[in-house]
């Protein structure tokens, strides 16, 4: 049997809409977050204040963390392909619970204390979609892809990642379209003002309802064909499935070369699971370290509140410069797919790191000295788009590549969680960072923030120097022996 390329990228093509739909999850708030705090700020029994609403905007994180916890043992267990299958059951019941959090149990358009807390656990339960997919999805493509294209492959999933933040931010302009965004302004503490009620009305009522309702219908395609895509020769392999495991190395690498791979396999997978700690604790710093520094650098304060902060720096209609920024994200993740394989993983993070640092530190001098809205733009262009073809990709690579492959299940959850306990930090924190004055209007928070980011860029570029391995090339069992040494 020769190999079979349309197989290979057919699977892999499927595996990435958990990566679309990762996205599309975690940035569809960008768009949805104005509506949703004038609506509940119309609650009568409760005051819906800057804090509360910073937690609703992050509470799909607190399921991210959930998720991506869960997700070593759901891959263990359950195998790769089920837990996949979850992820797009527990995406789609979230897509139609936050369209309509008032089902069964509350009056239509009755803004309430409890009717948040519903809201937020939709939101959670999605969150909890986006951990495991995460966390799986660079795996399964990982132990599916021949060692020579894994990286571009698993790249790929990265690729998804932001077109579907490119594809909800596009999706949310088209459902605001004519209709204005809530103008909301604090009068005094705890007071929140709607500044444009009755032209915001639709905004308010049921535009932030439209657009978490639009992720439904990816969530059910995802969930679908994942059930017609094969098991990882890995996974089946260690599970004593190895008829089945031969059949798909056979399909994608050619009989010739799947018998040995799946030698490999299992020489390395003698038993099922061996200890955590097994290869020593500095694998697992690095994977939990790869993923803190990914969030530390402060992309997500960008990706979650891009038209906020577009709209900060003076900037006409930020919503269309948030869909000009997901363009230069797609991009320049291109670049890192075409690139990966050439120039290796250390590199492109080390590069990236110190284009961030330029970026963020180049937003914070802007504010300071009080430069132009479009040279702020323009640096937060540069942060984004070095993020993109470097921590963005490569991260997720690397975390699906540097764990041995009796352990991996278990790395990847504690990495992946600890890069969702560091997203949730750098989310919560932004705005009340971001907003910080001494002086009324002197824009410290706008410098300080962003500043902050550009010290992480530049410590995230030292670690990957001193302590990540380079991965080009390497099958996932030279990382066994790698780490054994």
């Known amino acids: 049997m020769k190999p079979n390329k349309l197989y290979l990228y057919s699977i892999v093509l499927v595996a990435v809409l958990g990566g679309l739909l990762f996205g599309y999850d975690t940035a569809v708030i960008s768009g949805a977050e104005k509506g949703l705090q004038a609506f509940f700020i119309g609650a009568t029994d409760f005051v819906y204040t800057d804090a509360i609403h910073g937690i609703t905007c992050s509470s799909a994180l607190i399921g991210c963390i959930i998720g991506s916890a869960l997700s070593g043992m759901l891959a263990s267990n359950l195998g790769r392909k089920k837990t996949l299958v979850l992820a797009g059951v527990l995406f789609f019941l979230s897509a139609l619970g936050s369209y309509m959090p008032e089902f069964l149990f509350f009056n239509y358009g009755e803004p309430t204390f409890s009717l948040l807390i519903v809201f937020n656990l939709y939101r ?81 009522e049921v535009g932030w309802r439209y657009m978490f309702h639009s992720e439904g219908l990816p969530a059910a395609m995802f969930m679908i064909l994942m059930c017609l895509v094969p098991e990882t020769p890995r996974y089946l392999a260690m599970n004593g499935e190895d008829a089945k495991a031969l059949n798909v190395l056979s399909r994608i690498n050619g009989s010739d070369k799947a018998e040995k791979i799946l030698n490999e396999i299992k020489n390395t997978a003698v038993v099922k699971t061996e200890p955590l700690i097994a290869y020593g604790w500095l694998v697992i710093f690095v994977g939990i370290m790869l993923s803190v520094f990914q969030q530390f650098v402060g992309i997500n304060a960008v990706l979650y509140f891009a038209p906020r902060i577009f709209a900060s720096c003076g ?110 930090i750098v989310s919560s924190t932004f705005v009340p960072m971001y907003n910080m004055e001494f002086a009324e209007g002197d824009g410290f928070g706008h410098v300080f923030v ?36």
């Open 124 to 204: 959670i339960l999605g969150g909890v979609g986006v951990g495991i997919a995460s966390a799986v999805c660079p795996m399964y493509i990982a132990e599916i892809a021949p060692s020579n294209i894994r990286g571009t492959l698993v790249s790929w999933n990265q690729f998804a990642i932001i077109f579907g933040q490119l594809a909800v931010y596009f999706i949310n302009l088209q459902i605001l379209g004519d209709h204005p965004i809530p103008v909301i302004k604090e009068i005094s503490e705890d007071v929140y003002k709607i500044l444009n009620p009755g032209a915001a009305l639709w905004s308010i």
């Open 315 to 424: 900037l006409e209609n930020p919503m269309m410069i948030t869909v000009l920024m997901g363009v230069v994200n797609i991009l320049f993740t291109l670049v890192a797919i075409f690139t990966v394989e050439k120039l290796g993983r250390k590199p492109l993070l080390i590069y990236g790191s110190v284009g961030m640092a330029v970026g963020a530190i180049g937003f914070a001098f802007v504010n300071l000295v009080a430069l132009p809205p479009m040279i702020a733009a323009g640096c937060i262009m540069i942060y984004s788009a070095s993020f993109m073809f470097s921590w963005g990709p490569i991260c997720w690579v690397l975390i699906s590549e540097i764990f041995p492959n009796t352990i991996r299940g278990a790395a990847v959850a504690i990495a992946v969680a600890f890069q969702w306990i560091a997203n949730f």
């Open 450 to 485: 962003y500043a902050l980011y550009g010290v992480f860029c530049i410590l995230a570029a030292l670690f990957v120097w001193k302590l990540v391995p380079e991965t080009k090339g390497k099958t996932l069992e030279d990382m066994t022996r790698l780490w054994r040494k």
